[in-house]
């Protein structure tokens, strides 16, 4: 339990001192069967998803609890209004993901928040400093850094921050489902 006197300034209705989050831009689903969640997301009228696969090919920096370590994911995005849905499969090596299914089943594995406008090594330095270790991190494409923390005993689910470069453009996805989207007439 914090102490009263350590508890952050109310700032007002949406804030206090100590805010960095920023905004959450996406919810994860962790899955046995990416294909299968993909369906009922997109009979909920969410969709289209980019199909990827997250590996030492496609992801640098792999790291799991501290350590280098080579995983496999299939990775799978649909973005609706400024909200993005991934779905997540772990497919080979350790992975929060695979511990996540292990003890609790398929469902909602994490929430990602955007940096904020903060430089990558202060927006991880917050998290360490708040007490979260990082628990599994790597770089996709070489752009996209992302880093997930071990915030699940404090707050019952994972955080995961990342940072997309500004001239980020989503490569071309293993594939699409249901379909790829129309291509814009000029």
Not at 16 to 31: A, Q, Y
Not at 62 to 86: H, I, K, M, W
Not at 119 to 134: E, H
């Amino acid at each position: 339990m914090i102490a009263p006197e350590d508890l952050p300034e109310v700032l007002d209705e949406f804030r206090m001192s100590n805010s960095f989050l920023g905004k959450i831009v996406e919810v994860c689903l962790v899955t046995e069967d990416h294909q299968r969640t993909m369906e009922g997301l997109v009979r909920l009228g969410i969709g289209p998803f980019r199909v990827f696969t997250f590996s030492p090919e496609t992801v640098t920096e792999q790291t799991y609890r501290g350590d280098a370590s080579p995983f496999s994911l299939t990775v799978c995005f649909a973005t609706n209004d400024d909200l993005t849905f991934e779905i997540m499969q772990p497919v080979s090596g350790r992975s929060v993901m695979r511990e996540f299914l292990d003890k609790h089943g398929e469902g909602i594995h994490h929430i990602a928040f955007d940096c904020n406008g903060m430089p990558w090594d202060q927006r991880l330095k917050l998290f360490t400093d708040r007490g979260f270790a990082q628990t599994q991190s790597g770089r996709w494409r070489d752009q996209n850094a992302f880093s997930f923390f071990d915030t699940e005993a404090a707050t019952t689910t994972c955080f995961e921050t990342y940072h997309f470069p500004d001239d980020f453009v989503f490569p071309e996805p293993d594939r699409w489902y249901p379909a790829p989207p129309p291509i814009a007439s000029v």
